[in-house]
């Protein structure tokens, strides 16, 4: 009988051992009941999602995940992100992640604008497109803090750091630079649309709401993940095991990333990307397409977003309601099925809370379904996953581990 897979991302869970947590990590201190089982049950082990010499950002740690090599098919977030809009899109145009943010006296005091809502940033980026757009320059709405910037003929070659890594420094200490002469005028543009941008959202009615009702404004623009479309071998060609596969996200990156490998994009009503979305409906959207699917690939934000905020009590929550309102309500219904299914559980990269960024770290993760000989790892967290592994981190892809090497 044919094996099914669900691999289920926790964004950004791994994090560092933490004093106030008496030397434990979020994930150690975590009340886990259905992951401790799972791993009990299952295959542990330490995965590297983040190759050398490229950046953690979870474009490069989702494709390494799916079985792809970052340093061949990562350039850049904003044309995976681009795919997940469905934006019809021309060879050059530079495609560019482009954040609402919040900044204060220059300094970037939040990298999602107070997490403004979607339909708060559709209207400041018609706006933006408004003034600053052109033939050569358009603004895209996105979901929440999350939009593009498409410059036709711009040049990728431009530094930019995510706002994720600037929180609480300066923003014009990192604005965009050209990494090569050729570049130059198009870091220019960037940085102009940046200041442009400060001077028109500042006095926006829809700020100076924010602002009454206690919130940070949106009062700039931060584009980063600059790069053109990408060329990647669809996933059923990479995998044959797999006939058919569905990607559930409610980020437009990782929705985009499913679309470009063939994966099909299922829209979850209430999904939001963080700790305020309908766990309910991801698990009914998850099941239903496990029923028609050999591969679902299952992304949940809310970790990552906390440990970008710095909130340790609010990681360790959004990871607890992945185990019970993810994990278990999953688990307790294909047990059941005839089908097997193999069930993945990792974060994509670490978030620590204490850098409030993305690190390299090599992450935690458990492989179950119901003939596998399980190790003696007795619960899931990245000191069990270490300490059963002895340091010998693997490279491959979970996919790629499961389907391949645990025939």
Not at 234 to 244: D, G, L, M, R
Request: net charge negative.
């Amino acid at each position: 009988m044919n094996m099914k897979h669900l691999i289920i991302i926790g964004d950004g869970m791994a994090d560092w051992h933490i004093p106030s947590l008496g030397g434990k990590t979020i994930l150690e201190n975590a009340y886990t009941p259905y992951m401790n089982k799972l791993a009990k049950e299952g295959c542990n082990g330490v995965l590297q999602t983040i190759p050398t010499g490229l950046p953690s950002g979870s474009d490069v740690a989702n494709l390494s995940i799916l079985g792809y090599n970052p340093h061949e098919v990562c350039d850049g977030r904003g044309p995976y992100e681009a795919q997940g809009l469905s934006i019809n899109l021309q060879a050059d145009d530079l495609i560019l992640r482009c954040n609402l943010v919040s900044i204060d006296n220059s300094i970037l005091k939040s990298h999602s604008a107070d997490y403004i809502t979607t339909e708060e940033a559709d209207i400041l980026i018609h706006y933006l497109q408004e003034y600053l757009g052109n033939e050569f320059v358009n603004f895209y709405t996105g979901k929440q803090y999350r939009h593009l910037l498409v410059i036709k003929g711009g040049h990728k070659d431009v530094n930019c750091t995510p706002p994720h890594d600037i929180i609480s420094k300066s923003l014009y200490a990192y604005l965009p630079q050209a990494k090569e002469p050729s570049a130059k005028e198009t870091a220019r543009l960037i940085q102009d649309l940046i200041l442009k941008s400060q001077r028109i959202l500042k006095d926006h009615p829809l700020n100076k709401k924010r602002m009454k009702n206690g919130k940070m404004p949106a009062n700039s623009i931060w584009p980063w993940g600059g790069g053109y479309l990408p060329q990647i071998k669809p996933f059923n060609n990479k995998f044959p095991q797999v006939k058919s596969g569905a990607i559930i996200s409610a980020v437009d990156l990782i929705r985009g990333i499913g679309h470009s490998i063939g994966l099909q994009p299922i829209e979850v009503p209430g999904a939001t990307g963080n700790y305020k979305t309908n766990y309910k409906n991801k698990v009914i959207a998850t099941l239903d397409s496990l029923q028609d699917n050999d591969f679902v690939y299952l992304h949940i934000e809310a970790s990552d977003e906390s440990g970008h905020e710095g909130d340790i009590f609010l990681k360790q929550r959004t990871i607890e309601d992945l185990d019970s309102q993810i994990i278990g309500p999953i688990y307790e219904t294909i047990k059941g099925w005839n089908t097997s299914v193999a069930i993945a559980v990792l974060p994509d990269h670490a978030t620590p809370c204490e850098c409030r960024s993305h690190t390299t770290d090599p992450v935690p993760f458990f492989i179950w379904h119901r003939d596998i000989i399980p190790d003696t790892v007795q619960k899931f967290d990245e000191t069990s996953a270490a300490e059963y592994q002895e340091g010998n981190i693997i490279p491959e892809s979970i996919i790629m581990y499961e389907i391949i090497y645990r025939k």
